[in-house]
Each structure stands twice: as C-alpha cells, then as structure tokens.
C-alpha cells in the first residue's frame, strides 16, 4: 500500500517535471532566449515539437518513457530531443518521492502536515524549474524565486511557529552572497543567486544554510575545473551558479540533519 502511494507520488513529480520542461522552454521564449521563436507559442495550451513546430499527441507527453520511446529524438522530425527533458521528469519525481518519505504516516489525519507536504512540493516544483531554466539561460527567473521565499516562509510557520533565527539565517546568507556579488563585481555570481539565499536561510535556518552553500562552492567548483579541463569553458568564462545553490539547498533540506549529527558526534 505504501509502495503503491510512493509510486503514485513519483509518478506525480515526472508529470510535473514534464510540466517544467514545457513552461521552462515557454519561459525561455517570453524572456527574449529564444529570438527566432513566435511569441504565440509561448501563451498556447498544446504542446508543441521544438524543430518543427508540430503538434504533439498525447502520448508523447508521457514523462521519461515517450522519450526512451523514441530515442531521444522527435517523431515528426526527428531532431534530437535535449537529455535534459528526461532527467528533469526524473528528478522532480525523486524529489518528490524524497520529500514525501520524511513525512510520518499520520500525515492525512494532521492539517498542518498535509499542507506543509502540498508547499513542499510545490517548491520542489519551482525549485526544479529555476535549476534547469540557469542552467539553460544562466537567469533565475525572479517569479520562482519570490514563490520559493513565500513557500519558505510558510514551512518554517508551520513546522515551527516562525522560528526567528530563520529571518536572520536569510539575512545572513543573503549579506554574504551580496558581498561575493559585489566583491566580483558579478562574475562570480549573478543578483538571482542573491535574492535565492533569502529563500535558502528562510528554509534552512543557520547551521544547514552553511552546509548548503559549502556543498555548492564545492561542487561548483569541481565542475568548473571539469569543464576547464576538457577545454569546454575557459577561465574567465561565466557559469551559472544558481544550479549549485540548489543543489546545496536539496541536499541540506533533505539529509542535512543527518550530516549536522554526524559532525557533532565526531568534533
Ligand atoms: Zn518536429
């Protein structure tokens, strides 16, 4: 029975990463990132192929499995399909499968906890799409973010009445990634992964907000020097740093008590 609702629930985060891809590439057009596509597009309620401009059928919109389906590629005209649509269906779907798992199962009975679940994953949903979308366009569309600082604020309210020092977690993070913005005079990172640290302290409080940002310099930075290494970036060259920040945050939200015990146990 449980296996069954984490089932539906995964099944759930791939429609909505299916979702994300979509808006992501509506998005992507209505921001002026996508120049030579019509605007029309962007407003229209039927999906669409990327190349040719053809209309979908419904089956195609199935999430992870049309794409395996078809190779990666478009039926009508078969153009590559970015790898991207399948890893963001799969990953809303972990995510949301993750998120569920930390709820007890007295969760249906308890308003409070259902509604902290239905925010959660709706931020999971934004979350996913503000990753992909500065990846894509290195811009962190500002809509999600200012949903993602709501949603922060709400869980914290109803997890612990507004814990106080999540206020000044935000402010903290938010002065320090300000100071790296100024610092590098916007070469290190971009005003959207300023205001994103206000909703990282919200959600996170202090000491995870820490592991959050740790886990994205250091990965960040990994990944910087990958891509120096096979000559696909140069050292001066701008990378987004949005997806790290979000990665940390993830990884801090879901496993960040865990790691904050294990430290204490061994300092
Ligand atoms: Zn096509």
Sequence with gaps: MLLLLKIMVFILGACFGSFVNMWE??????????KNMDKKVADDKFSYCDNCGKRLKIWENIPIISWLYLGGKTSCCHK????????V??????????????????LFGNAKLFLSLLIGLLMIVFLVLSATFDFKYMELPDFSTAVLVVGSIAIN???????????????????????LYVATKGKGMGIG?????????????????????????IVGAIVGIGLMI?????KNSVLPFGPYLILGTVMAWSCGNLVLNLIYKWF
């Excluded at 998120?99 to 007295?106: A, K, L, R, T």
């Design 89 to 106: 269906e799969l990953a809303t779907g972990v995510l949301f499968v993750v998120y569920f798992n930390s709820f007890s199962f007295d």
């Design 157 to 179: 309210y109803l997890n612990h009445n507004l814990a106080w020092i999540n206020l000044f977690a935000a402010i903290g993070a938010c002065g320090f990634l300000l100071t």
């Design 25 to 34: 590439y509506r998005l992507a057009i209505k921001y002026g990132h996508k």
């Design 230 to 234: 096979f000559k696909k970036a140069k």
């Design 193 to 217: 992964d300023v205001k994103l640290a206000v909703f990282m302290g919200f959600l996170l409080g202090g000491q995870k907000t820490i592991l959050a940002f740790y886990v994205a310099f």
């Design 80 to 87: 590559k399909l970015p790898i991207s649509y399948p890893i």
